[in-house]
């Protein structure tokens, strides 16, 4: 998948809602001020791939393209099956999660080349942006969530993965470690003064991209503003060239 080319494609806004129409007036407000949209699992549970389908279509084809952030966690076959499933909706981006394993990651790169050329980058998501440490510690995992990121980075970008999701507060490492090929798709973006709300591992979009991300994501500081196209304007502004 080609890197952004501008600050505005560089902006992931996550449209976070089961709602339909919602989600529809979010698109054509955000469309234009953003590199992709992101529909996660509260839309795709209500919404289910018809829902999915029905929004890429609006627009006349001129709604940003999807990045479908399932983060599947399964056995290597379920997860093979899952991504063939949702290839017709044609998604740019489509995560797993790295703590699947190897063979669960390759499974899922295997079933997304069926695309062809035209394939979803398979991004996998590392430790999510809602944990800090002593909630990762919580869970088994000794040493800090920037060793456990570069862990599973390397674990699944060797598995085939075209990148990983981490917070703001690892992109540095992870481009000091891995080089400039890597996607890094990073949440856990607040804008200066922004509530941060669940997330725990945060930075503002500048220090984000000014660490090495190449795409941002940010949901409720854009969905929850008053006028949401203005609030992702002035993130995407805000960003360097
Ligand atoms: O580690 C992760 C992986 C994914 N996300 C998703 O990003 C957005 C963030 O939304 P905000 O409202 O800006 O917090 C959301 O859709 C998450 O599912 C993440 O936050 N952290």
Same mark, same amino acid.
């Given at each position: 998948? %080609?890197? $952004? ?12 809602? &089961?709602?339909?129409?919602?989600? =529809? ?20 549970? =209500? ?5 999915? %389908?029905?929004?890429?279509? &609006? @627009?006349?084809?001129?709604?940003? $393209? ?27 981006? /489509? ?12 499974? %899922?790169?295997? =079933?997304?080349?069926? &695309? @062809? ?14 944990? #800090? ?18 862990? /599973?980075?390397?674990?699944? /970008?060797?598995?085939?993965? #075209? ?16 080089? =400039? ?10 804008? $200066? ?6 997330? &725990?591992?945060?930075?503002? $979009? ?7 991300? #190449?795409?941002?994501?940010? @949901?409720?500081?854009?969905?929850? %503003? ?16």
């Amino acid at each position: 998948m %080609a890197r $952004p080319d501008s600050p505005r494609a560089r902006l992931i806004a996550a449209l976070d809602t &089961a709602e339909a129409d919602r989600a =529809a007036a979010l698109a054509a407000a955000l469309a234009p001020e953003c590199g992709l949209l992101k529909l996660g699992l509260e839309f795709f549970a =209500a919404q289910g791939p018809a829902g999915v %389908a029905r929004l890429a279509a &609006a @627009g006349g084809g001129r709604a940003a $393209p999807v990045f479908l952030d399932l983060k599947l966690h399964d056995i290597p076959n379920t997860v093979a099956g899952a991504v063939r499933a949702v290839l017709p909706l044609r998604p740019a981006m /489509l995560t797993v999660h790295a703590a699947g394993g190897a063979a669960m990651v390759a499974a %899922a790169r295997e =079933a997304a080349e069926r &695309a @062809g050329v035209l394939r979803p980058a398979i991004l996998a998501v590392t430790v999510l942006t809602s944990l #800090d440490a002593a909630a990762l510690a919580a869970t088994g995992v000794a040493g800090g969530p920037v060793q456990q990121v570069l862990r /599973l980075a390397r674990l699944a /970008l060797e598995a085939g993965a #075209d990148g990983v999701v981490c917070s703001p507060q690892e992109v540095a490492r992870l481009r000091d470690a891995l080089g =400039a090929a890597p996607l890094l798709v990073v949440p856990g973006v607040r804008p $200066p003064g922004a509530a941060r709300g669940d997330q &725990a591992r945060v930075a503002t $979009p500048e220090e984000a991209v000014r660490a090495g991300a #190449d795409w941002i994501v940010v @949901g409720r500081p854009i969905t929850g %503003a008053a006028d949401p196209a203005a609030a992702a304007r002035a993130i995407a502004e805000a960003l360097p060239a």
